[in-house]
């Protein structure tokens, strides 16, 4: 108990300097929340990870230099509630400088739900999705493991990095725009605007299926002019359309182990240009948060994509947070093997394309299997990320730790934490997971910020 005081007390004092704005909600639960477990284990060992938390701390008092973060994981990163909460976090950390929104998809295009902190549609009715989680879906995937495929001649789209709650927001203003496409032939043209100003294309870049737009003076909003010549457009029929709507109490979705998915030679369904995202640059930007998700996704998902590690290296990630594999245990079947090597995989090929980068594993949250028992391979699972957290010398979040293990997601639906399928979380509940997850990265922070302070040894899970 008295350590548990000593944790909460570190906490309140280092979030008066440091987290600001942060929600006190995250003390409303002491008897579901195991605060003492909510930290970023190993990350003293991880030299990366520091050197991180340096240049984080660099750009706060005043340093030039850019830092890219990314978020990949399933269906809790495409809603981008909690995602986008740590990514606020980390902006008003270093006091409100320039940065830039990330990478953005019109998934409403693909049938499929959408963040509500930005805009991005265009004429459904032209387009046809294609989700690298569905086993009945073949395409070419890139970055953000959805592609939407354009079926007519033309269509307009328009993005907004505001929520229509405050539209006259500046905190997203760009001036550079990379588009992530494959066209459909030499005559296909993107012309990208707003208002009175179009930015100038530079060359494609056929490896990474990529182009980079630029505007003369920063704008707030966009217009994405797409032209092609097929030779007979084809329409797209309503339905198939999975939606989370994060305004609603609980908050759902569709997620699903597709086994031996990774199996699978993905190849083109249609001749149309291919749209794998957009990615929206403030060229004075000093800091990123992009976020990838995909419902249902799991490690043999983003094996899929052919062009996720090509398209990854354009957005030089300082740090990877991996938040992936509900799905992959969500299975009578569990191959811990199995998963360890896609895992692994992972962890090897982003230091292939950086060794730099850091890179933060987090065990996923406690569910339901088909809301009948608890699912006792999320336990395997934390047993095995912890293993690779100590072999690779990364940072742990342990979210299933901080739950309370085996069963938890009950009590949390019974708080109106979690929605009915013990999977997902309410709108209250990703909330919360926001504010644990920076309360451990402030931690670090405030740990590595002061040397001389006497560190408090906390337990690793048993």
Known sequence: ??????????????????????????????????????QLYYARESESFLHFLNKLNSIKNGDTGVLS??????????????????????????????VSR?????????????????TFVGNKSRW??????????????GITGITCELTDNHDTLFFSPSSKESLNDTTYCFDKVRVFYKASSPETRLTLFSGNQHATPA???????????????????????LQQN?????????????????????????????????????????????????????????????SIGVNGASFATYKRCEYFYPQLKKLTVDLAIISIGTNDAYTNNFDTVAFRKRYEAMIETMLQLNKEVAIVL????????????PNKNTRLQQAIIHGLGRKYKMPVWDLYGIMGGLGSSGK???????????????????????????????????????????????????
């Open 1 to 38: 108990m008295r350590r548990l005081l000593i944790i909460l007390f570190t906490w309140i004092v280092a979030y008066s300097v440091l987290a600001g704005n942060l929600d006190t909600t995250f003390m409303a639960y002491p008897t579901l929340v195991k605060y003492d477990k909510n």
């Open 69 to 98: 973060i990314i978020h990949i994981g399933g269906s809790h990163i495409q809603a981008d509630i909690y995602s986008d909460q740590l990514r606020h976090r980390f902006f008003s950390f270093i006091h409100n400088k320039p």
């Open 102 to 118: 990330g990478l953005v998809f019109p998934y409403r295009l693909a049938r499929t739900n959408a963040p509500v902190n930005y």
């Open 128 to 141: 046809k999705g294609f989700r690298s989680s569905l086993i009945k879906d073949s395409s070419k995937w």
């Open 203 to 225: 060359s494609y870049d056929s490896l990474s299926l990529s182009q980079v737009f630029r505007f003369s003076e920063p704008v707030k909003s966009l217009y994405i002019s």
């Open 230 to 290: 097929l030779e007979k457009g084809y329409q797209v029929q309503e339905g198939g359309y999975d939606s989370i709507s994060p305004n609603a109490e609980e908050v759902t979705g569709v997620d699903s182990l597709l086994p031996g998915m990774d199996t699978l030679t993905p190849h083109l369904t249609g001749d149309g240009l291919l749209l794998m995202g957009v990615e929206i640059i403030n060229s004075k930007g000093q800091l990123v948060y992009h």
């Open 362 to 373: 987090t065990v996923p949250n406690d569910c339901y299997y088909k809301k009948r028992r």
């Open 412 to 462: 949390w639906h019974r708080n109106k934490l979690m929605s009915r399928d013990r999977v997902h979380f309410t709108r209250k509940g990703y909330d919360l997971i926001g504010d644990l997850f920076w309360q451990a990265f402030v931690e670090a922070i405030t740990d590595n910020n002061s040397k001389t302070i006497q560190p408090i040894q906390k337990g690793e899970p048993k």
